[in-house]
């Protein structure tokens, strides 16, 4: 069974441009995460969807950060314009219910350099 | 504000011996945990996870502990390999919840 898929792996672009981020969550997972993960510290949470519905956004910042899981399955996380303190890992996750408790299934991540 | 926490940053055991993590929470609704494990370039992998009815829960080498009345939990690793050099991560969430807190991360170190 094919695992989340992230890409693209790197990313590194200038203050000010835009940047987007891909994920594939594993087949049949219904709840998709996307987590922020700054150096030396762990995840942090930015969105969650349930199917195609986001339920909870509160830790994204509206003003530039934007997501979409259009159809339930794939997603994209998008940051416009990028700042110097976006630099981090994107990780995204997903789990299959609640059945399984709280067990998330991360996929690689996205290292994001603004420069 | 840090809702779990991890106070040691790295640890270093030799092979063989137990590898000892903690964690810390402050959040008294929590009641599921979890353990992960995350190798460089990779995502974090689920090891093991405890919920509150239990005070130990056991998986190979693996065991968790979780002591309530303290708001702490800990991960045992006996006996410790050199493939277990990775960062672990403690999270916490309240069971059926998505909404899952992780600690920063202890770098565990196991020389051979």
């Known amino acids: 069974e094919a695992g989340v898929v992230q890409s693209p792996r790197y990313k590194i672009i200038e203050k000010k441009q835009p940047v987007a981020f891909w994920c594939n969550p594993i087949s049949g997972h219904n709840t998709l995460y996307w987590y922020r993960q700054n150096l030396g510290q762990g995840p942090e949470l930015l969105i969650r969807?349930?199917?195609?519905?986001?339920?909870?956004d509160s830790q994204l910042p509206k003003d530039r950060f934007s997501a979409e899981r259009l159809k339930g399955v794939d997603s994209t996380l998008k940051i416009q314009p990028a700042e110097l303190g976006d630099s981090a890992v994107y990780l995204c996750?997903?789990?299959?219910?609640?059945?399984?408790?709280?067990?998330?299934?991360f996929g690689a991540g996205t290292r994001l350099s603004v420069l | 504000d840090q809702q779990v926490k991890q106070n040691s940053p790295s640890l270093s055991v030799q092979e063989g011996r137990i590898s000892i993590l903690n964690c810390d929470y402050t959040?008294?609704?929590?009641?599921?945990f979890l353990w992960y494990k995350k190798y460089p370039a990779e995502g974090p992998t689920f090891l093991i996870s405890i919920s509150s009815i239990k005070d130990k829960n056991e998986d190979g080498r693996f065991t968790v502990f979780l002591n309530k009345s303290a708001k702490h939990l800990s991960l045992h690793i006996v006996p410790s390999q050199p493939g277990d050099s990775a960062v672990y991560f403690c999270a916490a969430s309240v069971y059926n919840n998505n909404d899952m807190r992780f600690g920063a991360g202890t770098r565990l170190t196991v020389k051979p």
């Open positions: 969807y349930e199917n195609e519905e986001a339920v909870d």
């Open positions: 996750a997903s789990s299959l219910d609640s059945r399984e408790g709280n067990i998330q299934y």
């Open positions: 959040n008294s609704m929590f009641d599921y």
